[in-house]
């Protein structure tokens, strides 16, 4: 059993920068691939980075390339979105998920969300 706690949402303006993390329990956090999804009012869930387990292997969606990174720290249980030059369109509720496998369909664990906003 994987809990996931998300921090770091907030309200920033345009062409700002945020810096989202996830705490994770578990001793087999080490062994998840972790990925950042987003959903805003209105739209599907979109998947906006992830992580491999092994290798730190990274994707992102097109829409966040070259604007923010994903990352992870094994040692601290911990992932991390640094979200740089944002816009109003990347405002929506940011969420964590840990997955054993490599469909991101449907991950095996979510956390609660948090909200990030973007002025313009």
């Known amino acids: 059993q994987v809990q996931l706690v998300e921090s770091g949402g907030g309200l920033v303006q345009a062409g700002g920068s945020l810096r989202l993390s996830c705490a994770a329990s578990g001793r087999t956090f080490s062994t998840y691939a972790m990925g950042w999804f987003r959903q805003a009012p209105g739209k599907e869930r979109e998947r906006v980075a992830s992580?491999?387990?092994?290798?730190?292997?990274?994707s992102y969606a097109d829409s966040v390339k070259g604007r923010f990174t994903i990352s992870r720290d094994n040692d601290k249980n911990t992932v991390y979105l640094q979200m740089n030059s944002l816009k109003p369109e990347d405002t929506a509720v940011y969420y964590c998920?840990?997955?054993?496998?490599?469909?991101?369909?449907?991950?095996?664990?979510w956390g609660q969300g948090t909200q990030v906003t973007v002025s313009a």
């Open positions: 998920a840990a997955n054993t496998g490599t469909n991101w369909a449907a991950p095996d664990y």
């Open positions: 992580i491999s387990w092994m290798v730190g292997r990274t």
